[in-house]
């Protein structure tokens, strides 16, 4: 563990360990960038519902997609990013930080949304893929036009495939409680996630939907329990500590569990789980209120990777210039586009494939040589702009860089 340096102020009640989490300066590890890449290429794939190569995602391998595995990472980022400051004594500056961010992410958010809508709308008008405005949340804003145009900029009414963005928003508003909790200690900052995840079970709470009666498919009560492991994971390994520490028992049970997820999701066993006297948002797989077997396997797969030989094999090989690292790195331009990008493949997909206006989305067919077409142009463009940031951030000079 790297020592602390004792002319850095902190305050009193930051943890010596928690000041050497933020104080060392780790080279950047690329198999973080590398999984985030992996991630955002997944979610791309599976945005486009129907092609050919959505079933080599790994949502088709176990109980759990790529939102999990995204937001879990997503905390391991927040702790890179702000621990420094909340170590150096800087609590103010790091979460001014942290509410700029989130602002950054709402208004890309409200930006993709309204480019979204224009892609949908422009494929209505010119491509004959009308029907789609009856899918996607998207039919509200036709019957119900002022309340909608409200519910958008309050994030209250949102658009299928555009609804990410306000649950990392709302995390980002989350992130000074959490990281004042783990100042205190890592354990009472889990102790609280899980009393708010269980809270959210047992209650329904949820954030509320307007104008349609409802709530968020993304409950933010849920899911920043995920996030807060992410952010755990994120100190100890600042602390030199590692990740989680490997013990074998628990290393072949939760390997046990993800044979076990992958053959109830490979023999299609949806539906077979004994009903238990407990929320059923808590015992099925419930995804927006991330159900115990979701979570359970979401922990799995990142404990069983992280202590697999596929780890030091990546640290190995891994470069900054590996194209998933790329994507990684620059995660919120490249989902931005990435999203939009998805959205102009189902419309091309559903211009192609339904010939009388009557294919219901779900149902749309794979087509090999235009889901290869679509699939490998979307990857290509994103990771040309992940390497055109890239270079634009090494042309900067090194203030400038240090100050981003």
């Given at each position: 563990?790297?020592?602390?340096?004792?002319?850095?102020?902190?305050?009193?009640?930051?943890?010596?360990?928690?000041?050497?989490?933020?104080?060392?300066?780790?080279?950047?590890?690329?198999?973080?960038?590398?999984?985030?890449?992996?991630?955002?290429?997944?979610?791309?794939?599976?945005?486009?519902?129907?092609?050919?190569?959505?079933?080599?995602?790994?949502?088709?391998?176990?109980?759990?997609?790529?939102?999990?595995?995204?937001?879990?990472?997503?905390?391991?980022?927040?702790?890179?990013?702000?621990?420094?400051?909340?170590?150096?004594?800087q609590y103010g500056a790091a979460v001014w930080r942290a509410l700029q961010r989130a602002v950054t992410l709402y208004l890309a958010h409200l930006s993709n949304t309204a480019v979204g809508l224009g892609l949908f709308a422009a494929g209505a008008l010119w491509l004959g893929t009308a029907?789609?405005?009856?899918?996607?949340?998207?039919?509200?804003?036709?019957?119900?036009?002022?309340?909608?145009?409200?519910?958008?900029?309050?994030?209250?009414?949102?658009?299928?495939?555009?609804?990410?963005?306000?649950?990392?928003?709302?995390?980002?508003?989350?992130?000074?409680?959490?990281?004042?909790?783990?100042?205190?200690?890592?354990?009472?900052?889990?102790?609280?996630?899980?009393?708010?995840?269980?809270?959210?079970?047992?209650?329904?709470?949820?954030?509320?939907?307007?104008?349609?009666?409802?709530?968020?498919?993304?409950?933010?009560?849920?899911?920043?329990?995920?996030?807060?492991?992410?952010?755990?994971?994120?100190?100890?390994?600042?602390?030199?500590?590692?990740?989680?520490?490997?013990?074998?028992?628990?290393?072949?049970?939760?390997?046990?569990?993800?044979?076990?997820?992958?053959?109830?999701?490979?023999?299609?066993?949806?539906?077979?789980?004994?009903?238990?006297?407990?929320?059923?948002?808590?015992?099925?797989?419930?995804?927006?209120?991330?159900?115990?077997?979701?979570?359970?396997?979401?922990?799995?797969?990142?404990?069983?990777?992280?202590?697999?030989?596929?780890?030091?094999?990546?640290?190995?090989?891994?470069?900054?210039?590996?194209?998933?690292?790329?994507?990684?790195?620059?995660?919120?331009?490249?989902?931005?586009?990435?999203?939009?990008?998805?959205?102009?493949?189902?419309?091309?997909?559903?211009?192609?494939?339904?010939?009388?206006?009557?294919?219901?989305?779900?149902?749309?067919?794979?087509?090999?040589?235009?889901?290869?077409?679509?699939?490998?142009?979307?990857?290509?463009?994103?990771?040309?702009?992940?390497?055109?940031?890239?270079?634009?951030?090494?042309?900067?000079?090194?203030?400038?860089?240090?100050?981003?």
């Amino acid at each position: 563990m790297t020592t602390a340096d004792p002319s850095v102020a902190r305050p009193g009640n930051v943890p010596a360990s928690f000041a050497a989490a933020g104080l060392a300066k780790p080279a950047r590890d690329h198999r973080i960038d590398f999984f985030r890449g992996l991630a955002l290429a997944s979610i791309f794939i599976n945005h486009m519902p129907g092609n050919a190569f959505e079933r080599l995602t790994h949502k088709n391998f176990g109980i759990t997609d790529s939102a999990e595995i995204f937001v879990l990472l997503a905390g391991v980022a927040a702790a890179f990013a702000y621990l420094p400051g909340i170590a150096a004594g800087q609590y103010g500056a790091a979460v001014w930080r942290a509410l700029q961010r989130a602002v950054t992410l709402y208004l890309a958010h409200l930006s993709n949304t309204a480019v979204g809508l224009g892609l949908f709308a422009a494929g209505a008008l010119w491509l004959g893929t009308a029907p789609l405005l009856n899918e996607l949340n998207l039919p509200l804003l036709f019957s119900d036009t002022a309340r909608t145009l409200v519910g958008i900029p309050l994030m209250t009414h949102q658009i299928g495939y555009f609804n990410i963005l306000p649950l990392y928003v709302t995390l980002l508003l989350m992130l000074p409680a959490i990281l004042a909790l783990v100042t205190i200690g890592p354990r009472v900052a889990l102790a609280a996630s899980l009393a708010v995840y269980a809270l959210s079970h047992a209650s329904g709470l949820n954030v509320p939907t307007f104008p349609a009666e409802g709530s968020w498919y993304f409950n933010p009560l849920a899911w920043q329990l995920i996030f807060t492991i992410g952010i755990l994971i994120g100190w100890r390994l600042r602390a030199g500590l590692g990740g989680v520490p490997y013990v074998a028992p628990l290393f072949w049970l939760a390997a046990a569990y993800l044979v076990a997820c992958f053959s109830y999701t490979w023999f299609n066993l949806w539906g077979l789980l004994p009903d238990l006297p407990l929320p059923a948002t808590f015992v099925g797989n419930d995804k927006t209120y991330v159900a115990i077997a979701r979570l359970a396997h979401v922990l799995a797969l990142v404990y069983v990777v992280g202590h697999s030989p596929l780890m030091p094999w990546l640290s190995a090989r891994l470069t900054p210039r590996n194209p998933l690292v790329l994507i990684g790195r620059h995660a919120l331009p490249v989902f931005w586009t990435g999203t939009l990008l998805s959205v102009a493949g189902l419309i091309v997909r559903y211009a192609v494939l339904d010939q009388d206006g009557t294919l219901p989305m779900p149902e749309m067919p794979p087509l090999l040589w235009l889901d290869t077409v679509l699939v490998a142009a979307g990857l290509a463009i994103q990771v040309a702009l992940a390497h055109a940031l890239d270079r634009f951030e090494r042309g900067k000079p090194a203030v400038v860089r240090a100050a981003a």
